[in-house]
């Protein structure tokens, strides 16, 4: 168990709708990573979140929103969505801001159909 | 920006050493590499970091030449639950980007 946890674990909706992808990061933690990993495919790195501040953006659609709350917890809003956004999106933590010691959630999988 | 670069599947049998490498030909001056274990259907896991020479912890080895284009992960005496797939990370502590390779998916045999 990493520490970090995501909600929910599973999510099926239709395309064109919009979706909220949760995570808590580990107890102390300042940064959050969201990644997408579609079906056998590499981690797309999506956007880093440093104490409630964007650090940096990757391969973010612009479909694609997030935000850190003052508690941390992070999320990812997913909106349009089309039947290519069915993955397995996953939010790490780090201590700091530039720490690549990643912690890994259980993934949220998101089908849409 | 870096691009990673590994071989997109590996075999090998139990007990045996296992180096995985992880070309990084654009690398810059702030870039840290970073390896991480991939279980199906869950997130990765950290395994080891570093930016030159040699770095060991009790799971693996990681060898990083002076002019630092690439990294090489050693696995020590590999056993059937090495099965996953291995990521090369590239991060830049400057401007926080990210670059992942594309795994290598590691099969050990009895």
């Known amino acids: 168990d990493s520490g970090v946890t995501q909600t929910p674990k599973h999510l099926i909706t239709a395309t064109g709708q919009r979706v909220t992808l949760r995570c808590s990061p580990r107890s102390g933690d300042l940064s959050v990573y969201w990644y997408q990993q579609s079906l056998d495919q590499g981690l797309q790195f999506l956007i880093q979140?440093?104490?409630?501040?964007?650090?940096a953006k990757g391969n973010i659609l612009e479909r694609f929103s997030a935000q850190q709350f003052p508690d941390l917890h992070s999320e990812l809003n997913l909106s349009s969505l089309e039947l290519g956004d069915s993955a397995l999106y996953f939010c790490a933590s780090s201590a700091s801001g530039s720490s690549y010691e990643q912690y890994f959630g259980p993934g949220t999988r998101l089908t849409v159909t | 920006l870096a691009k990673t670069t590994q071989p997109i599947s590996m075999d090998s049998y139990e007990g045996q050493e296992v180096n995985i490498t992880c070309s990084h030909n654009?690398?810059?001056?702030?870039?840290?590499i970073t390896w991480y274990q991939q279980f199906p259907s869950q997130g990765p896991r950290f395994i080891i970091q570093?930016?030159?020479?040699?770095v060991t912890n009790e799971v693996a080895s990681l060898f990083i030449p002076a002019d630092r284009k690439s990294s090489t992960l050693s696995l020590p005496r590999v056993s059937l639950s090495d099965t996953a797939v291995y990521y090369c990370?590239?991060?830049?502590?400057?401007?926080?980007?990210?670059?992942w390779g594309a795994g290598t998916k590691l099969i050990i045999k009895p």
């Open positions: 990370l590239v991060g830049d502590r400057s401007n926080y980007q990210l670059i």
């Open positions: 570093g930016y030159k020479t040699k």
């Open positions: 979140y440093y104490n409630g501040e964007e650090r």
């Open positions: 654009n690398i810059a001056t702030n870039d840290y």
